[in-house]
């Protein structure tokens, strides 16, 4: 590839100093289309193809091509593109002329192809960039000439030129540990000893004022039971002892009753 020279050329124009203005009327019959085209192109990274393709639907006799790709740039410098045309047997020798921000390579040599009804021709360009790039766009004009210089038809495509983020100014990762889920998490020993012994919570002990607090519920004690087993005996124990009076006062006055007068 033939990066060296081209980068020579774009920066200082040595090969001719004429205008690039393309002719604005284009043969009719004749299109031409970008068939491969990346849709955005990265700093740094490989070189992308790019290929245009020419396409008659006259018929009639077939003719050869003289190929011409007009670039500008937006955003960036001339010198930080490298382009090579290129075929099937490795570079393809080309003109090139500067203004300003635009560049056009024109092929020095007819393309090795032949454009008839039915049969197409392809150019291909290897095009890479340089960083530091942070954002900009080329602009992409491709033209098929006929031997004697008549234009037969163009395109014109515009694409974003992205930088390669750097490592040191790249935002940190986001984590990638899973979010918390809603459930209450189960409690499970910790691996290691706390750092402080826990203190043991105080045991409640009941005040004064709760001791001789009057009591509202007593059904789950038993004492009514016990106070009425009491009194039952304490009945029976007196009305024994009654009983056991009255009928010694009997006794006594049968006794009385049954003594002789004197």
């Known amino acids: 590839m ?47 193809t790019v290929a ?14 003289r190929w011409s790709l007009l670039l500008q ?19 393809f020798p080309v003109d090139v002329r500067v203004e300003g921000l635009a560049a056009r390579l024109t092929d020095v040599q007819l393309d090795p192809g032949l454009l008839c009804q ?9 095009l890479a960039f340089v960083e530091p790039i942070a954002r900009g766009q080329i602009t992409l004009t491709a033209e ?14 515009t694409r974003p030129v992205i930088g390669r983020a750097s490592p040191t100014t790249a935002p940190p990762p986001t984590p990638t540990t899973a979010a918390p889920t809603t459930a209450a998490p189960s409690e499970q020993p910790s691996a290691t000893p706390p750092s402080e012994p826990s203190t043991p919570a105080p045991t409640a002990t009941p005040s004064a004022d ?15 039971l016990v106070g009425f087993v009491i009194g039952a005996m304490l009945v029976f124990v007196g009305a024994s002892l ?3 009076s009255v009928s010694a006062m009997r006794r006594g006055s049968r006794v009385v009753r049954s003594r002789p007068l004197v």
């Open 73 to 91: 740039v937006n955003g960036l410098r001339l010198e930080q593109v490298r382009i090579d045309r290129f075929e099937q047997t490795g570079s």
């Open 52 to 65: 245009a393709v020419v396409s008659t639907d006259r018929a009639g006799d077939c003719r050869k091509v």
């Open 118 to 126: 039915g049969r197409t021709v392809t150019a291909r360009y290897a």
């Open 242 to 244: 009654l009983l056991r």
């Open 2 to 48: 033939r990066w060296a020279a081209l980068l020579r050329a774009l920066l200082a124009g040595v090969i001719g100093a004429a205008a690039i203005e393309t002719p604005a009327i284009a043969a009719a019959g004749f299109a031409v289309r970008f068939a491969e085209l990346p849709d955005r192109f990265v700093t740094g990274g490989r070189p992308a």
């Open 144 to 157: 098929a000439y006929t031997a004697n210089g008549t234009l037969l038809a163009r395109q014109t495509v």
């Open 210 to 224: 709760a001791a001789f607090a009057p009591v509202t519920d007593r059904r789950d004690t038993g004492l009514p």
